[in-house]
T-cell receptor, first 111, second 116 residues
Framework: DQQVKQNSPSLSVQEGRISILNCDYT??????FLWYKKYPAEGPTFLIS?????DKNEDGRFTVFLNKSAKHLSLHIVPSQPGDSAVYFC??????????FGQGTTLQVKP | DTEVTQTPKHLVMGMTNKKSLKCEQH?????MYWYKQKAKKPPELMFV???????INESVPSRFSPECPNSSLLNLHLHALQPEDSALYLC???????????????FGNGTRLTVT
């Protein structure tokens, strides 16, 4: 049973435009959510996180939105750059629990 | 550059070999993790050490044996592996103990393991 789902395996956007990556979850006990970026032959790199008491967190070009009622979060990248091309993993955890990853979305930013 | 260092970067071993993967962090993190990642799949948790004690074993076969000699080091001893164990093995650390609130995992670049 997949508790964290990224339903879009891939996404392609033009440089300078907005990239929106989506993630859905089923466990209402999740209270901490993260996004990781992964380049080939490297480990995942932490990007941004959000706790369940917030609905938005922003860090530079990256903003994460959380909709608890819909059990949905999204990552917005504005403006998108070719260097953002990577696999993006959504992850979630309960307090004291392990981190559960989604399947990942491959983002391609075209020059 | 990642602050979690894993060696070796690549490892090829036969099914009768014994080898070890090593992981080191000097960020003062109190929890360390082993994950396994197959191609086009998310990382899967194997083991968690919290304050140098094994706190989570995700029903991993005994041919994988973790060891945490001190708070900065984490090893994964491999013995009698199967070809299906071929994967990217990732080490990670986090500031708090395992499951600490608001404590993201920091990953190394992994060891690419091939079992022949």
């Amino acid at each position: 049973d997949q508790q964290v789902k990224q339903n879009s395996p891939s996404l392609s956007v033009q440089e300078g435009r907005i990239s929106i990556l989506n993630c859905d979850y089923t466990n209402s006990m999740f209270d901490y959510f993260l996004w990781y970026k992964k380049y080939p032959a490297e480990g995942p790199t932490f990007l941004i996180s959000i706790s369940s008491i917030k609905d938005k967190n922003e860090d530079g070009r990256f903003t994460v939105f959380l909709n608890k009622s819909a059990k949905h979060l999204s990552l917005h990248i504005v403006p998108s750059q070719p260097g953002d091309s990577a696999v993006y993993f959504c992850a979630a955890s309960e307090v004291g629990g392990k981190l559960i990853f989604g399947q990942g979305t491959t983002l391609q930013v075209k020059p | 550059d990642t602050e979690v260092t894993q060696t070796p970067k690549h490892l090829v071993m036969g099914m009768t070999n014994k080898k070890s993967l090593k992981c080191e962090q000097h960020m003062g993190h109190r929890a360390m993790y082993w994950y396994k990642q197959k191609a086009k799949k998310p990382p899967e948790l194997m083991f968690v050490y919290s304050y140098e004690k094994l706190s989570i074993n995700e029903s991993v076969p005994s041919r994988f044996s973790p060891e945490c000699p001190n708070s900065s080091l984490l090893n994964l001893h491999l013995h009698a592996l199967q070809p299906e164990d071929s994967a990217l093995y990732l080490c990670a650390s986090s500031q708090g103990g395992a499951g600490s609130y608001n404590s993201p995992l920091h990953f190394g670049n992994g060891t690419r393991l091939t079992v022949t």
